[in-house]
């Protein structure tokens, strides 16, 4: 298990993270998400030791991350740290070498993971030869050489096309099902609720949130409730106390109930208001869920009377 405890880190006056926790076990998939400058690149660089935060720890399988166990993690940076003159086939057997393996292995692995992300054919091309989304390819195959045991990506997929997308998420499944344990930091949060049965939500250096994301939805679920009537719109919800219309549409409409209100009630103001065709609860998709957050931490102090 890899796991960040109670990471905080400061860059000048500015706290940038503040008491992060959060784990990823082997075989699971975790995606990492929040708005820019939210501190996820600080903190993938902190479970890297690319950088030590002010406070915290950082622990694989129970054992404080050191030289010799960061060299089983694999990582895309940011930055996308390759060297651009290097050919691709010999950069990716290097860090294969420098990782603990033999030359021959190394060398088996790179070809493998070329073949894999189809670059075979570029292997003796310097790597600023290629398009971008080529490139990308080459540094998640240097991520992935020498079959890591934890896996941490930050934003991955940004300017990928869609084939790229997939080719990416298949590898990303793969490597969860050989038993990697799998972070990813991304923007795309459909794609993170797609992928990943976990995740976690990161705002101005504070977790929000951290776990399955069906969890989260559920937690979040019971207070939104769609409702079908025939013949009726939805008039008759605007007058209730405490209920919001979300949305409408031409078969009904999607309710948010305040916490004091009773959906038996609402239910039985629909009963009364049209025929019932369907009345149930919704669950918020991630990306409503991440507003939500989003909007707990930065709705402005109100101004005082
Ligand atoms: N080396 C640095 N020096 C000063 N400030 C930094 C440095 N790296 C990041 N920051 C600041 O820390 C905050 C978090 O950045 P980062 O971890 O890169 O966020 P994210 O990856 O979520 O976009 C941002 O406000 C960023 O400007
Ligand atoms: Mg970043």
């Given at each position: 298990?890899?796991e960040?405890?109670h990471?905080?880190?400061?860059f000048g006056?500015r706290?940038?993270?503040d008491d992060?926790?959060f784990?990823?076990?082997p ?7 929040g708005?820019?400058g939210?501190?996820?690149t600080?903190t993938?660089?902190s ?11 950082v622990?694989w399988?129970?054992?404080p ?5 960061r060299r089983r993690f694999?990582y895309?940076?940011?930055e996308?740290g390759l060297?651009p003159?290097m050919?691709?086939?010999?950069h990716l ?10 030359g ?14 189809g ?7 310097a790597?600023e ?6 490139q990308?390819?080459?540094?998640l195959a240097a991520?992935?050489?020498?079959q890591?045991?934890a896996l941490?990506l930050?934003?991955p ?5 869609p084939s790229?997308?997939?080719d990416?998420a ?7 099902a050989?038993?990697a344990?799998?972070?990813f930091?991304s ?10 049965e ?9 977790l929000l949130?951290?776990?399955?994301v069906?969890a989260l939805?559920d937690?979040?679920g ?7 009537l025939?013949?009726?719109?939805c008039d008759w919800a605007?007058?209730l106390e405490g209920v919001?219309v979300?949305?409408?549409?031409e078969r009904?409409?999607?309710?948010e109930l ?7 009630q609402v ?6 208001a049209g ?5 149930g ?12 957050a989003l909007a707990?931490t930065?709705?402005p102090v109100?101004a005082?009377p």
């Amino acid at each position: 298990m890899l796991e960040l405890s109670h990471l905080s880190h400061h860059f000048g006056s500015r706290q940038v993270l503040d008491d992060v926790t959060f784990s990823v076990a082997p075989g699971e998939l975790v995606g990492f998400v929040g708005p820019n400058g939210a501190g996820k690149t600080t903190t993938m660089r902190s479970a890297l030791g690319v950088l030590r935060p002010d406070r915290g720890e950082v622990r694989w399988q129970g054992e404080p991350v050191d030289h010799t166990v960061r060299r089983r993690f694999g990582y895309m940076p940011e930055e996308r740290g390759l060297y651009p003159k290097m050919r691709i086939g010999e950069h990716l057997q290097f860090l294969g070498e420098l990782r603990g393996m033999s030359g021959g292995q190394a060398k088996e692995a790179s070809t493998r993971w070329m073949e894999r992300l189809g670059v075979r054919e570029r292997a003796d091309d310097a790597i600023e030869k290629l398009s971008l989304g080529n490139q990308q390819r080459v540094q998640l195959a240097a991520a992935l050489v020498h079959q890591p045991a934890a896996l941490v990506l930050d934003e991955p997929f940004s300017g990928l096309d869609p084939s790229a997308v997939d080719d990416l998420a298949g590898v990303l499944e793969e490597e969860t099902a050989r038993g990697a344990a799998v972070v990813f930091s991304s923007h795309q949060l459909d794609l993170v609720e797609r992928l990943c049965e976990k995740v976690a939500i990161i705002a101005e250096g504070r977790l929000l949130a951290f776990g399955e994301v069906d969890a989260l939805r559920d937690e979040h679920g019971g207070r939104r409730v769609r409702v079908e009537l025939e013949n009726a719109g939805c008039d008759w919800a605007q007058e209730l106390e405490g209920v919001g219309v979300v949305a409408t549409d031409e078969r009904g409409c999607l309710l948010e109930l305040a916490g004091d209100v009773d959906p038996q009630q609402v239910l039985h103001a629909a009963q009364i208001a049209g025929r019932l065709r369907h009345f149930g609860y919704e669950r918020p998709t991630l990306t409503e869920l991440f507003r939500e957050a989003l909007a707990e931490t930065t709705r402005p102090v109100p101004a005082p009377p």
